[in-house]
C-alpha cells in the first residue's frame, strides 16, 4: 500500500498577487531518472508512491495529488547589477509544502514543468543537462555539510526541448526550506506595497526565524538573522572553492540555502579570480568576489525593507545602515572558523591570517589543484597518503609546512583530534566539472550510469575511497571545463 503526499499549502494563503495558480501541464512520455529514497524518507513521503504511475505523474507536472496547490511565485531582483521589476517562477512549479521529520517545513518545486505568465520569452522548460547537472551539485553540497536546495527527483519527459539545437526535456524535483528570495522582498518593496511587503516578513519570520517574533524589532532582528546565514553560506561555498556564478538578488533565499545551480561550479587550480559562467564577462561573481556581492546583496535587501524598520526614514536608513555594517565582521569570523578546521589550528589566531595567506600565494604560485591541496595537508597531519599520487606538496611548499608544523605543535589539540578535524574538513571528493559533463553527455544518449556513479560517490566526499581515487583527480588538460552556462 503506497500512499499520496497531503501537501500543506502556507503560501497560498498569502495576498492573491503574491502568486499565480498554475495548472498541470501534458508531457507526452515521461520516464523516471531517479528517485532520491533518503530524501523521500526524510520528508515523510512514500519513495513506492513516487515511483508508481501517480508519482510519475506528479513528478512531470501530468496531474496532482488533490491536496496539492501549485502556484507560480512572483520576484524581481538585480541581476548583474541591473535592476529587473519582474522576475517569477518562470519555469517552475511550487507543488505544495510537507513537514519533514525534522518537524520542518520544505517547499516541494517542478523545475522545467512548462511555461507560467512570469516566463517571459521562455518556454519554461529544462532541457536535462541542467537537470543532471542541479541534481548532483545540489545533493553532493547537502553531503558537503552546505545549507542547500536539494534533489527529490528527476524525470525525462519524452519531449525535445529547443535550445541551439534539440535536447531531450527533463524536470528536477526541487526541495528548499522555502524559495523566497531577496528578489522577493524586492519586487514587494519596488512597488512601494507595504502591506504587502509585511505580509511576506510576516511569513518568512513563522517560517524560517520565529525567534524575532519575541524581538521588540522583529524587522531589525529578521534582517540580522538573514545576514548571518547568507554570510556563513558564502563562507562554507569559499572553504570548498565554490563558484554559485550568478549570484543575482533572485537566487539569494531568505532562508539560508544555496539556490541555481545553473552555472556553478568548483575551482580546480587555485585564483580568486576564477569566473566559469560564460555570461559573468566583468568577473562580477568570480570566487574571491563571492562575499562583496553578498554583502552588496543584502544592502539591497537591507533598502527594501526600509518602510518595516522604523516609521521615520532616517531612523530606518540607520538601523539598516547598522545591520548591513556587521556583514563584513560576521563573514570573517565564519570564514576563520572554517579556516581553522581546515588547517587543523585549534582556535584560529590573529597571526593565523599570515600562514592562510602564505598558503593561498603558495597555491595560486603553484597553480596547486585547491581541493587536493588541502586534503594533502589533513593527510599529511593524519600520517596517510592517498592522494599523494594525485597531488603532492612541491618544494616550493617547504617552509610553509615547517612553519605550519610549529604553529600546530603549538596548539592544544591532540594529533589525533587536528587529524579527524582536517580529514571532515577537507572532502577527498566534489563534483569536478568534467565529471559532471561527462555524466551529462552519457545521460543525453540516454546512459545514466555515469550520473548515478558520481551522484553515489559524491554523497561520502570525505571517505578514504582509494578505488574510486580518479574522480579525485582534476581535469586533464584536453577534459578541462573551461565555462558553464545557465540552464534556460
Ligand atoms: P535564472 O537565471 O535561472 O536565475 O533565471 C532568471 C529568470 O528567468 C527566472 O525568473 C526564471 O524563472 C526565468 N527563466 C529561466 N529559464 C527560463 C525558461 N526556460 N523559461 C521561462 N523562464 C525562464
Ligand atoms: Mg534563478
Redesign the pocket.
Known amino acids: 500500500m503506497s500512499n499520496a503526499p497531503v501537501f500543506q499549502n502556507t503560501y497560498t494563503a498569502l495576498p492573491a498577487h503574491f502568486y499565480h495558480r498554475q495548472g498541470a501541464e501534458h508531457v507526452p512520455q515521461p520516464e523516471l531518472i531517479a528517485v532520491n529514497n533518503e530524501l523521500a524518507r526524510f520528508l515523510n513521503l512514500d519513495s513506492d508512491w513516487l515511483q508508481s504511475p501517480a508519482g510519475l505523474d506528479m513528478l512531470s507536472g501530468r496531474a496532482f495529488p488533490d491536496s496539492a496547490d501549485p502556484i507560480a511565485t512572483v520576484y524581481a531582483g538585480f541581476?548583474f547589477g541591473s535592476w529587473n521589476p519582474q522576475?517569477?517562477?518562470?519555469?517552475?512549479l511550487l507543488i505544495g509544502e510537507v513537514i519533514a521529520q525534522n518537524q520542518q517545513r520544505y517547499d516541494i518545486q517542478l523545475k522545467g514543468s512548462g511555461?507560467t505568465p512570469?516566463?517571459?520569452g521562455?518556454?519554461?522548460?529544462?532541457p536535462l543537462g541542467p537537470v543532471v547537472r542541479e541534481y548532483i551539485l545540489s545533493e553532493a553540497m547537502h553531503a558537503l555539510g552546505v545549507p542547500t536546495t536539494r534533489a527529490l527527483a528527476a524525470v525525462t519527459t519524452g519531449e525535445p526541448v529547443y535550445r541551439e539545437e534539440a535536447l531531450p526535456g527533463a524536470i528536477l524535483t526541487r526541495v528548499a526550506s522555502s524559495h523566497i528570495r531577496v528578489g522577493t522582498v524586492q519586487f514587494f518593496a519596488s512597488r512601494k506595497d507595504t502591506d504587502g511587503l509585511r505580509a511576506l516578513c510576516d511569513h518568512v519570520i513563522e517560517r524560517h526565524y520565529p525567534d524575532c517574533r519575541d524581538s521588540d524589532t522583529p524587522i531589525q532582528a529578521l534582517l540580522r538573522g538573514i545576514i548571518e546565514r547568507q554570510a556563513k553560506l558564502i563562507a562554507q561555498w569559499q572553504g570548498l572553492g565554490f563558484i554559485h556564478g550568478?549570484m543575482?538578488t533572485?537566487?539569494m533565499l531568505l532562508c539560508g540555502e544555496t539556490i541555481?545551480y545553473?552555472p556553478c561550479a568548483f575551482m580546480e587550480a587555485f585564483d580568486p579570480a576564477t569566473v566559469f559562467s560564460s555570461i559573468d564577462h566583468g568577473g562580477r561573481y568570480a570566487y574571491g568576489n563571492q562575499p562583496h556581492i553578498g554583502h552588496w546583496n543584502l544592502a539591497g535587501l537591507a533598502q527594501a525593507l526600509l518602510p518595516l524598520l522604523h516609521d521615520d526614514e532616517d531612523e530606518a536608513v540607520k538601523i539598516a545602515q547598522a545591520e548591513v555594517n556587521r556583514y563584513p565582521d560576521v563573514h570573517v569570523q565564519a570564514y576563520q572558523n572554517i579556516l581553522a578546521r581546515k588547517f587543523g589550528l585549534g582556535d584560529y589566531l590573529d597571526e593565523d591570517d599570515a600562514l592562510a595567506t602564505d598558503f593561498f600565494d603558495l597555491l595560486k604560485q603553484e597553480r596547486a589543484d585547491f581541493t587536493l591541496a588541502f586534503r594533502r595537508l589533513a593527510e599529511h597531519a593524519a600520517g596517510t597518503d592517498t592522494v599523494k599520487t594525485l597531488w603532492d606538496f612541491t618544494p616550493a611548499f617547504s617552509d610553509w609546512l615547517e612553519r605550519w608544523q610549529q604553529r600546530t605543535d603549538d596548539s592544544q589539540q591532540s594529533e589525533a583530534e587536528r587529524a579527524d578535524t582536517m580529514l571532515a574538513s577537507n572532502p577527498l571528493f566534489i563534483p569536478r566539472n568534467h565529471r559532471v559533463e561527462e555524466a551529462i553527455r552519457a545521460a543525453n544518449q540516454g546512459d545514466f550510469a555515469p550520473f548515478h556513479r558520481l551522484n553515489a560517490l559524491l554523497q561520502k566526499p570525505f571517505a578514504d575511497n582509494i578505488e574510486n581515487l580518479d574522480y579525485a583527480r582534476p581535469a586533464q588538460p584536453d577534459e578541462a571545463v573551461s565555462q558553464t552556462f545557465?540552464?534556460?
Open positions: 541581476q522576475l517569477g517562477d518562470g519555469r517552475a511555461r512570469y516566463s517571459r521562455g518556454d519554461g522548460k529544462s550568478v543575482n533572485d537566487n541555481d545553473g545557465c540552464g534556460t
